[in-house]
């Protein structure tokens, strides 16, 4: 029986307010409007930044809410004037849209683009579709969706700039990360700091990201990746991916950043921070080198919080910088990365720690919490 133009009943995890579990419920989602597209999501990744979405501590968030935003799936029905999708297609829904026209778009210097919500409310991902009004109610109330994904539902409506097509023969069950943890740790290897062959580098905290991180400097061509991480049981993975040498700061009397500077004659060329702490992004830039050393910051900080940076440092050749979706424009990006999956360029295998079903989405959360989980997939 066909669904197209009806309202679908499905089960998606809403959180109700900020510090509570998700609540698995039976939700409405409207058929898709001008533009937009419904995705029956297959399988979704549980990320750290739905975490920081429901922490007492972010103020800003909206509820209730259905996160989510590292997921793939087949495109179920399409909106009118929609014509680059058609039922059955293989997707992953983009939370970094990319919609060709406009200035970010059109440059080469940026992968922002202004359908991006945060750029007009920086403060919240929570928020309805470009119409205002949301394609998700459940026991009669509007839910809000969340980085214009909403992928912990067992579909979803997107709008057209937000979803990309994939190769058909991909596991969706792996290629779900190339929609966020994947891309970002590897972009910000790749794309952000651009590590350099035979270039000395150091990644702080070793989840899904991070390691992902390691991976794109050993693709960059590094000489010696410091892996530096407070729990040591991620040392092993992050060796096979590429560490050369793996440093739990709570083995050493001095600060972290001293032991990595004099480890490598004077500091590394490129430190990358993956947890979101701002004591840590202070470390990360003061243990690379005076004259060209760069740090990157890939870890969202909670609360408004700002990095100790001292300006001599930067007078002294040090540079900063950030990566949102590790630098890549989506829509452009992402096939080729699951493409390059395909190609056993790189392996997603080895990052995904448990695939559950999509039931034990708290679970998944504990896993995350608790350090012993890279990444969690979660399977409808």
Same mark, same amino acid.
């Given at each position: 029986?066909?669904?197209?133009?009806?309202?679908?009943?499905?089960?998606?995890?809403?959180?109700?307010?900020?510090?509570?579990?998700?609540?698995?419920?039976?939700?409405?989602?409207?058929?898709?409007?001008?533009?937009?597209?419904?995705?029956?999501?297959?399988?979704?990744?549980?990320?750290?930044?739905?975490?920081?979405?429901?922490?007492?501590?972010?103020?800003?968030?909206?509820?209730?809410?259905?996160?989510?935003?590292?997921?793939?799936?087949?495109?179920?029905?399409?909106?009118?004037?929609?014509?680059?999708?058609?039922?059955?297609?293989?997707?992953?829904?983009?939370?970094?849209?990319?919609?060709?026209?406009?200035?970010?778009?059109?440059?080469?210097?940026?992968?922002?683009?202004?359908?991006?919500?945060?750029?007009?409310?920086?403060?919240?991902?929570?928020?309805?579709?470009?119409?205002?009004?949301?394609?998700?109610?459940?026991?009669?109330?509007?839910?809000?969706?969340?980085?214009?994904?909403?992928?912990?539902?067992?579909?979803?409506?997107?709008?057209?700039?937000?979803?990309? /097509?994939?190769?058909?023969?991909?596991?969706?069950?792996?290629?779900?990360?190339?929609?966020?943890?994947f891309s970002t740790g590897y972009g910000a290897s790749?794309?952000?700091?651009?590590?350099?062959?035979?270039?000395?580098?150091?990644?702080?905290?070793?989840?899904?990201?991070?390691?992902?991180?390691?991976?794109?400097?050993?693709?960059?061509?590094?000489?010696?990746?410091?892996?530096?991480?407070?729990? /040591?049981?991620?040392?092993?993975?992050?060796?096979?991916?590429?560490?050369?040498?793996?440093?739990?700061?709570?083995?050493?009397?001095?600060?972290?950043?001293?032991?990595?500077?004099?480890?490598?004659?004077?500091?590394?060329?490129?430190?990358?921070?993956?947890?979101?702490?701002?004591?840590?992004?202070?470390?990360?830039?003061?243990?690379?080198?005076?004259?060209?050393?760069?740090?990157?910051?890939?870890?969202?900080?909670?609360?408004?919080?700002?990095?100790?940076?001292?300006?001599?440092?930067?007078?002294?050749?040090? /540079?900063?910088?950030?990566?949102?979706?590790?630098?890549?424009?989506?829509?452009?990006?992402?096939?080729?990365?699951?493409?390059?999956?395909?190609?056993?360029?790189?392996?997603?295998?080895?990052?995904?720690?448990?695939?559950?079903?999509?039931?034990?989405?708290?679970?998944?959360?504990?896993?995350?919490?608790?350090? /012993?989980?890279?990444?969690?997939?979660?399977?409808?």
């Amino acid at each position: 029986m066909s669904t197209v133009g009806k309202v679908i009943k499905c089960k998606a995890a809403i959180a109700w307010e900020a510090g509570n579990p998700f609540s698995i419920e039976e939700v409405e989602v409207a058929p898709p409007k001008e533009h937009e597209i419904r995705v029956k999501i297959v399988a979704t990744g549980v990320c750290r930044s739905d975490a920081h979405a429901v922490s007492p501590s972010f103020k800003e968030g909206l509820f209730p809410v259905i996160l989510g935003h590292e997921g793939a799936g087949t495109v179920e029905s399409t909106g009118p004037g929609v014509t680059k999708f058609k039922p059955g297609d293989k997707v992953i829904p983009l939370y970094v849209p990319q919609c060709g026209q406009c200035k970010f778009c059109l440059s080469p210097k940026t992968n922002l683009c202004e359908k991006i919500s945060k750029i007009k409310t920086p403060i919240s991902d929570q928020d309805l579709m470009p119409d205002g009004t949301s394609r998700f109610t459940c026991k009669g109330k509007q839910i809000y969706h969340f980085m214009g994904t909403s992928t912990f539902s067992e579909y979803t409506v997107v709008a057209e700039t937000s979803l990309v /097509k994939i190769d058909a023969a991909a596991p969706l069950d792996k290629v779900c990360l190339i929609g966020c943890g994947f891309s970002t740790g590897y972009g910000a290897s790749l794309n952000t700091a651009k590590v350099e062959p035979g270039s000395t580098c150091a990644v702080f905290g070793l989840g899904g990201v991070g390691l992902s991180a390691v991976m794109g400097c050993k693709a960059a061509g590094a000489s010696r990746i410091f892996a530096i991480d407070i729990n /040591k049981d991620k040392f092993s993975l992050a060796k096979e991916l590429g560490a050369t040498d793996c440093l739990n700061p709570q083995d050493f009397k001095k600060p972290i950043q001293e032991v990595i500077t004099e480890m490598s004659n004077g500091g590394v060329d490129f430190a990358i921070e993956c947890i979101g702490n701002v004591a840590v992004m202070k470390a990360a830039l003061e243990c690379t080198t005076v004259g060209w050393g760069t740090c990157t910051i890939v870890g969202v900080a909670l609360g408004g919080q700002s990095i100790p940076v001292s300006p001599m440092q930067l007078i002294m050749g040090k /540079k900063i910088n950030a990566t949102f979706f590790g630098g890549w424009k989506s829509v452009d990006s992402v096939p080729k990365l699951v493409s390059d999956y395909m190609a056993k360029k790189f392996s997603l295998d080895a990052l995904v720690t448990y695939t559950l079903p999509f039931d034990k989405i708290n679970d998944a959360f504990d896993l995350m919490y608790e350090g /012993k989980s890279n990444r969690t997939v979660l399977v409808f």
